[in-house]
């Protein structure tokens, strides 16, 4: 990761480290166009303006397409507009570039005709469902796409990293817990402190420099903008409401499964109205649902689990202040946690899909990762005086599938052990914040 200094940012003192920027750098020197997606105030205009001229010699010229008189430019003349992206020795940096529908196609034409002396082109956008769809309309193939979420928890905190994931996943016969405890003892006490505070509030990089109180009002304004200025241009206006109300009920389902037909029939509307409103929600980067891996007929195979994005704006959605004192409410915390940095994992290190495991008699694996024919499943059993005990979902997950290594995700428990041939891990849960 790359240190950049803030200090001259009028919207923070922070000095962060942003691991995506290592994957830019490579391909900064190629001919294809960047794009960065993630929601509203994760960072993308400040690494365009701040972080870019850190890592390039070049001139950045930066357009933003909220701006009605440039996308009045772009409408009158998109041939013109178009012609002056031509020095090589500028970078062109186009954010929310998904509120001009036309603009990927004359990129595309340009790209076509001369891409080995085209300037180095930035698109960024919080939207999703629209950026996905002009990419594959026009940008298939003549693009990278990277998604830029909000903090990690190590990036917040800059503690040292300990990629334990990747050690074992190339050589896990080689890895030693032991190693693990010992390499983080003596910060333990304050890693655990600012895990409790991330579970609360999330990585949004504002959050940094406000006081307590103000964070909270940030959180919500985060959230009101984006239904405000993104959702409106998605859905009817008379569903508007119902997004933010189905917004709030999955944010008390977080790590359960979603049943659309009981949500339908709570919120008093069709099931195609409910599928298309979760999937805008996950378009707009609050929501992530993932399905179940299922090779046996006693399987669940269709139900989705909900997780949020940042666990910040889920608990401004619940007005959730303080760590709840219930062990299953701060367990369903803990979890959408490890989900999320397995997500970013995925997305900044090693790329594998993240399924759930169940079977109809409750048996369960909160995640399973794989990666071609090779399976990594993980459990989190957050409560105090654990042990060393497997589920009983684990056991049969193992007997059925044998995985390459098995993780549980723990209070505060280190250990190891062995079941039907495969090697277990008993690791902390806030130990997974260290990875990422």
């Not at 239904?227 to 009817?236: G, P, W």
């Not at 979890?335 to 409750?362: C, G, P, T």
């Not at 005990?389 to 250990?415: C, M, W």
Request: hydrophobic share 35%; proline share 3%; charged share 25%.
């Amino acid at each position: 990761m790359v240190e950049f200094n803030t200090k001259n940012n009028p919207m923070s003192n922070k000095i962060y480290k942003r691991i995506l920027i290592k994957k830019i750098k490579n391909w900064l020197e190629r001919p294809e166009i960047i794009v960065i997606t993630g929601s509203r105030q994760t960072g993308k205009t400040f690494l365009s303006r701040k972080i870019l001229p850190q890592i390039t010699t070049k001139p950045i010229k930066y357009f933003n397409f909220e701006d009605f008189e440039l996308r009045e430019l772009f409408k009158n003349n998109p041939k013109e507009f178009v012609s002056n992206i031509s020095d090589k020795k500028n970078i062109y940096v186009f954010d929310e570039f998904q509120k001009m529908p036309e603009f990927t196609s004359s990129l595309k034409v340009l790209y076509d005709q001369d891409k080995d002396n085209l300037p180095k082109i930035f698109l960024t956008g919080s939207s999703s469902p629209e950026i996905q769809k002009k990419i594959s309309q026009s940008l298939a193939g003549q693009c990278i796409v990277f998604n830029l979420f909000s903090l990690s928890f190590l990036e917040k905190y800059s503690f040292e990293e300990k990629d334990f994931l990747t050690a074992l996943s190339s050589s896990h016969q080689k890895f030693k817990i032991e190693s693990l405890k010992k390499d983080i003892f003596f910060v333990q006490t304050e890693i655990k402190k600012k895990f409790n505070e991330y579970l609360l509030q999330g990585g949004y990089p504002e959050l940094g420099e406000l006081e307590e109180d103000q964070r909270w009002e940030k959180l919500k304004s985060i959230i009101q903008t984006i239904l405000e200025k993104d959702l409106q241009s998605l859905v009817k206006s008379e569903h508007l409401f119902s997004s933010k109300k189905l917004l709030e009920i999955l944010a008390f389902r977080t790590g359960n499964l979603v049943s659309f037909e009981n949500l339908a029939s709570e919120m008093q509307l069709n099931i195609k109205t409910i599928r298309s409103l979760t999937a805008i929600l996950e378009g707009l980067f609050f929501i992530e649902l993932i399905y179940p891996q299922a090779g046996f007929a006693n399987e669940y195979k269709k139900a989705p689990k909900v997780y949020f994005h940042d666990s910040g704006l889920r608990n401004e959605l619940m007005k959730m202040r303080n760590l709840p004192p219930d062990n299953t409410q701060t367990g369903s915390m803990v979890e959408n946690f490890v989900f999320m940095q397995l997500k970013r994992y995925s997305a900044y290190k090693q790329d594998f899909k993240i399924n759930y495991w169940q079977d109809y008699n409750k048996n369960e694996v909160d995640f399973v990762l794989s990666r071609g024919n090779n399976l990594i499943s993980i459990e989190v059993k957050y409560r105090k005086g654990q042990d060393g005990k497997l589920s009983a979902g684990v056991k049969n997950f193992i007997e059925r599938y044998h995985p390459q290594f098995h993780i549980t995700a723990t209070h505060d428990y280190f250990g190891s052990t062995e079941f039907g041939g495969c090697k277990i891990y008993f690791i902390p849960a806030y130990t997974f914040g260290l990875v990422v």
